[in-house]
C-alpha cells in the first residue's frame, strides 16, 4: 500500500496542555481519514479532509490537510484524559483500500 | 448503528494448527477488509473482498486465505499457524470510511 509517515509515535501530554500530530505522504492525495483506538479497543472513524487546505473541527481536535495535499494534522487543545489512545490516519490505495499510519500514541499525565 | 463483529475476542492455538477467524457485518456493505495489528507497524492489510466469492491479496498475504460465501460474512483463514503469526486482528467494513470489528488476539503457541 501507500506509505504515510505518522509523527510522533509517542506524545506525553500534559492535562490541559495542546499538542499536534502530523501525517505525510510523498504523493499527492485524494483524501485523507483519521480514526482513533482506545487502549483495548478497536479504530473508530474520526473524519475525512478532501480539500487543499481544509480546516475541520470537532470540539477540542482540529484537522487539517494541507495545501498541497500531501500532509494532514490533527491538533487537540486542552488535552483530556478522554484524549488517550492512538490516533492514525489513513490514506486511499487502489479502489476502498486504505493504508494506515502507524499511529500517535498519546497518554496524559493527570 | 454499523456493528461488525468477530467470532473470538481471544484465541489461543498451537503451532501448526488451522485457525479460523470468523468477522460478520450488518450494513450490507460490498467491501469488507483484514487486517492485523502489531506495536509500531500500525494495521497492515491482510486481504480485501469487494463482493462475495471476490478477494484481493493486501500487504501482507503470506500463510493466510480467506472466504466470502457471503455478503456479511468475511472469514480469515491460517493454514498452518506460527508464532509469527501471534497478533491482533481486526476485520473492517465499508465503502469509504471503514468500520471496524472488536478485534482477535491470537497467540500462536
Known amino acids: 500500500g501507500q506509505q504515510v509517515m505518522q509523527i510522533p509515535q509517542y506524545q506525553h501530554v500534559q492535562e490541559g496542555e495542546d499538542f499536534t500530530t502530523y501525517c505525510n505522504s510523498s504523493t499527492t492525495l485524494s483524501n485523507i481519514q483519521w480514526y482513533k483506538q482506545r487502549p483495548g479497543g478497536h479504530p473508530v472513524f474520526l473524519i475525512q479532509?478532501?480539500?487543499?487546505?481544509e480546516v475541520k473541527k470537532q470540539k477540542r481536535l482540529t484537522f487539517q490537510f494541507g495545501e498541497a495535499k500531501k500532509n494532514s494534522s490533527l491538533h487537540i487543545t486542552a488535552t483530556q484524559t478522554t484524549d488517550v489512545g492512538t490516533y492514525f490516519c489513513a490514506v486511499p490505495f487502489g479502489d476502498y483500500k486504505l493504508s494506515f499510519g502507524a499511529g500517535t500514541t498519546v497518554t496524559v499525565r493527570a | 448503528d454499523v456493528k461488525v463483529t468477530q467470532s473470538s475476542r481471544y484465541l489461543v492455538k498451537r503451532t501448526g494448527e488451522k485457525v479460523f477467524l470468523e468477522c460478520v457485518q450488518d450494513?450490507?456493505?460490498?467491501?469488507m477488509f483484514w487486517y492485523r495489528q502489531d506495536p509500531g507497524l500500525g494495521l497492515r492489510l491482510i486481504y480485501f473482498s469487494y463482493d462475495v466469492k471476490m478477494k484481493e491479496k493486501g500487504d501482507i498475504p503470506e500463510g493466510y486465505s480467506v472466504s466470502r460465501e457471503k455478503k456479511e460474512r468475511f472469514s480469515l483463514i491460517l493454514e498452518s499457524a506460527s508464532t509469527n503469526q501471534t497478533s491482533m486482528y481486526l476485520c473492517?467494513?465499508?465503502?469509504?470510511?471503514?468500520?471496524f470489528g472488536p478485534g482477535t488476539r491470537l497467540t500462536v503457541t
Open positions: 473492517a467494513s465499508g465503502s469509504h470510511e471503514q468500520y
Open positions: 450494513m450490507d456493505h460490498e467491501n
Open positions: 479532509l478532501v480539500k487543499s487546505g
